[in-house]
């Protein structure tokens, strides 16, 4: 099995950054693609940047210039560092990983943090 530990988030102030963080572990044998979703109260999970083994980058219009995604693939860790944060930005942000779980039968793995709460209020 895989797991994800998030860690990062908290209360900050319009204008303000945080940097969330998200470590892979257990048996992987690969690891393809890695993101963040988040999800506001009575609103969809919605993607927020994702990043290829590659190094691609993708995120969601409403964040581009001020969100960057990045990975450690050393340490199966993905980041996402937030500035400009503004109080839409509040919501859950959960962590996702997708690669292939080590083993006999090399199977794919969808795995999701717990989720870390992002509040952004004055």
């Known amino acids: 099995q895989v797991q994800l530990v998030e860690s990062g988030g908290g209360l900050v102030q319009p204008g303000g950054s945080l940097r969330l963080s998200c470590a892979a572990s257990?048996?992987?044998?690969?690891?393809?693609?890695m993101g963040w979703y988040r999800q506001a109260p009575g609103k969809q999970r919605e993607l927020v940047a994702a990043?290829?083994?590659?190094?691609?980058?993708n995120y969601a219009d409403s964040v581009k210039g001020r969100f960057t995604i990045s990975r450690d693939n050393a340490k199966n860790t993905v980041y996402l560092q937030m500035s400009g944060l503004k109080p839409e930005d509040t919501a859950v942000y959960y962590c996702?990983?997708?690669?292939?779980?080590?083993?006999?039968?090399?199977?794919?793995?969808?795995?999701w943090g717990q989720g870390t709460q992002v509040t952004v209020s004055s």
């Open positions: 996702n990983v997708r690669g292939v779980e080590d083993g006999i039968y090399r199977k794919r793995f969808d795995a």
């Open positions: 257990g048996s992987i044998f690969s690891i393809n693609a």
């Open positions: 990043i290829t083994s590659g190094g691609s980058t």
